[in-house]
């Protein structure tokens, strides 16, 4: 079946734009993960649905950053007001189970990412 | 703050050669998992353990969890230009849901 997907690939934003990434699951996975990752770094974690639940936010950098899965399946990471160290490979992460289990404890199926450039 | 280390960042081997990477954390995790991320693509996970002591093996990498849950290793027996890459270590710490990356280590094969 299909694998994580986002869009758009790229994206070229200048300083004080908004931007909004798209994430797409996969299908009937119930933990959703987003991650930043920088040039030459690991991913770091930005935050965590189950379903449409947000259930951890803590690695968002500002209230700039801003999640949602409003029906528990597609994800839209906004972000508001750009700035230049915003520039990064933005991670977007589907896992298969969710309430009730430890979710860090299975596999995550990563998408492409998104490049955003901030001039 | 909690943090993941690996060593070394980076490590290029002649092809056929055997290759090391260790991941340390700054306390206990719930379990380790390891990935690997091709240049200009993304983390593809390769493995998870549980058990402290655990050893896990998968044709030519052996994948150890440290007594204490607070390292691995990752051992690549000779290398082969598939394999470059950057292998992250990852984990959740104990009570935490969310993964912490390590630092990574960056393999280069010279053929």
């Known amino acids: 079946g299909a694998g994580v997907s986002q869009s758009p690939r790229y994206k070229v934003a200048k300083r004080g734009q908004d931007v909004a990434l798209r994430c797409d699951p996969i299908s009937g996975h119930v933990s959703l993960f987003w991650y930043q990752q920088a040039l030459g770094q690991g991913p770091e974690f930005l935050t965590y649905?189950?379903?449409?639940?947000?259930?951890?936010k803590s690695g968002l950098p500002s209230d700039r950053f801003f999640a949602e899965r409003p029906e528990g399946s597609v994800s839209t990471l906004k972000i508001q007001r750009t700035q230049q160290e915003d520039s990064a490979v933005y991670l977007c992460?589907?896992?298969?189970?969710?309430?009730?289990?430890?979710?860090?404890?299975?596999?995550?199926?990563f998408g492409p990412g998104t490049r955003l450039t901030v001039t | 703050g909690q943090q993941v280390m690996q060593i070394p960042q980076y490590q290029h081997v002649q092809e056929g050669e055997d290759f090391t990477t260790y991941c340390n954390s700054s306390?206990?995790?719930?379990?380790i998992q390891w990935y690997k991320q091709r240049p200009g693509g993304h983390p593809v996970f390769l493995i998870q353990l549980v058990k402290s002591g655990e050893v896990k093996k998968q044709k030519r990498l052996t994948f150890q969890f440290g007594e204490a849950k607070k390292n691995s290793s990752l051992h690549i027996t000779a290398t082969q230009t598939t394999d470059v890459g950057t292998y992250f270590c990852a984990g959740p710490f104990a009570g935490n849901e969310k993964l912490t990356f390590g630092t990574g280590t960056r393999l280069t094969i010279i053929p």
């Open positions: 306390t206990t995790l719930s379990n």
């Open positions: 649905f189950q379903n449409e639940a947000q259930l951890d």
């Open positions: 992460a589907s896992s298969l189970l969710g309430t009730g289990y430890r979710v860090a404890s299975y596999e995550q199926y």
